[in-house]
């Protein structure tokens, strides 16, 4: 099976830094679009920023210019590098990742998956 696991949330005061990671583990064929979205309290999930396999990305206007999404394909990884933050970036922080894997030898599936959130706070 697959498994997607983030890293590096964290309490920090308004205009310090996080960096966030998701790995990505299990039988993988590979991973195409990555992306990261959070949900603050009483609203709805939003995105943040996706970033293609090629590197191609996008951002929520709302981070544009202090996040920036990157990833490393041999390690299955995906990081959000996150500076300037504002209390308003205070939300749990998802990872998702559309992942084709193996079910057999010879056989693969493709399944959007999310990872279990990690929490950043951010205090003003």
């Known amino acids: 099976q697959v498994q997607l696991v983030e890293s590096g949330g964290g309490l920090v005061q308004a205009g310090g830094s996080l960096r966030l990671s998701c790995t990505a583990s299990?039988?993988?064929?590979?991973?195409?679009?990555m992306g990261w979205y959070r949900q603050a309290p009483g609203k709805q999930r939003e995105l943040v920023a996706t970033?293609?396999?090629?590197?191609?990305?996008t951002y929520a206007d709302s981070v544009k210019g202090r996040f920036t999404i990157s990833r490393d394909n041999p390690k299955n990884t995906m990081y959000l590098q996150m500076n300037s933050l504002k209390p308003e970036d205070t939300a749990v922080y998802y990872c998702?990742?559309?992942?084709?894997?193996?079910?057999?030898?010879?056989?693969?599936?493709?399944?959007?998956?999310w990872g279990q959130g990690t929490q950043v706070t951010v205090s003003s």
């Open positions: 970033i293609s396999t090629g590197g191609s990305t």
């Open positions: 299990g039988s993988i064929f590979s991973i195409n679009d």
């Open positions: 998702n990742a559309y992942i084709t894997y193996y079910i057999h030898t010879d056989s693969t599936r493709s399944d959007n998956y």
